[in-house]
């Protein structure tokens, strides 16, 4: 055989291509956006979140407190990219002091504040697909598997950051969360108390960051410093040197 059967074909070529797009493996393929933490990054195809994906994120189960938390956690991703942030939400009560303390000036905000849910949906896809932003961001009630794949296919479209926060008006709406979504990822905040210091004081707010789903990948357990001035998590120094309170995997069926 000559060098030249080796050569690649076009055809086979674009095919593969689009079989690897329909199974997800674009993902592996796009850049990412990592923690900085080696031991969730690892959990992550490419070593962090996926941009041009969905991401789905949702307090735990101490109503306001732990949804706040998930919503610092959002700000704090979004805080490390670059360009603009759109917000889509119906109720407007972000504590804008609380946004720039995790490195997301408000100044970087673009608010589009709904009427309702409906029209949340219909600004987050418009906005994903515009391109050119830093991250998307939707806080809704419920996410339908039908609009969750629009949404997906919109930020593979434009290779924005997709970012989705669950936030229930009633505890009994928090079942929907468990119902499966396109998402690529799947993440649970609550809040813990904060790190303990040497000397009389309030440290470093601390939370438990579940790593619900993840595509092509395994979900896990890790106790956080809460974001910092520049949107960054650590390891809680308090587990740091426990790996195995600090952080916990299992397999995702």
Request: net charge neutral; charged share 20%.
């Amino acid at each position: 055989m000559t060098a030249a059967v080796a050569t690649s074909n076009p055809v086979l070529d674009a095919l593969r291509e689009k079989i690897a797009s329909l199974e997800g493996g674009t993902l592996r393929n796009r850049s990412v956006l990592p923690f900085g933490v080696p031991e969730i990054d690892a959990q992550l195809p490419g070593g962090g979140l996926a941009y041009g994906a969905l991401h789905e994120m949702a307090g735990g189960g101490n109503g306001a407190i732990d949804g706040a938390a998930a919503a610092l956690f959002i700000g704090g991703i979004a805080a490390r990219t670059s360009g603009k942030v759109v917000w889509c939400l119906t109720r407007f009560d972000l504590f804008f002091p609380a946004l720039a303390q995790v490195g997301l000036h408000p100044d970087r905000v673009i608010f589009v504040e709904c009427d309702r849910e409906e029209t949340v949906l219909a600004s987050f896809e418009e906005a994903l697909r515009y391109g050119g932003l830093g991250a998307v961001v939707a806080e809704l009630v419920r996410l339908p598997m039908t609009a969750s794949r629009r949404l997906q296919l919109a930020a593979e479209k434009s290779g924005t950051l997709g970012l989705v926060i669950r936030r229930w008006r009633r505890q009994t709406e928090a079942s929907d969360f468990g119902m499966p979504t396109a998402a690529a990822t799947r993440w649970r905040i609550s809040v813990l108390p904060s790190e303990p210091l040497p000397v009389p004081g309030v440290g470093r707010a601390r939370w438990l960051v579940e790593l619900m789903r993840v595509r092509a990948g395994e979900g896990g357990e890790f106790i956080i410093g809460a974001c910092d001035g520049q949107g960054r998590i650590c390891l809680s120094s308090d587990t740091a040197d426990r790996p195995d309170q600090a952080s916990r995997s299992f397999a995702i069926g």
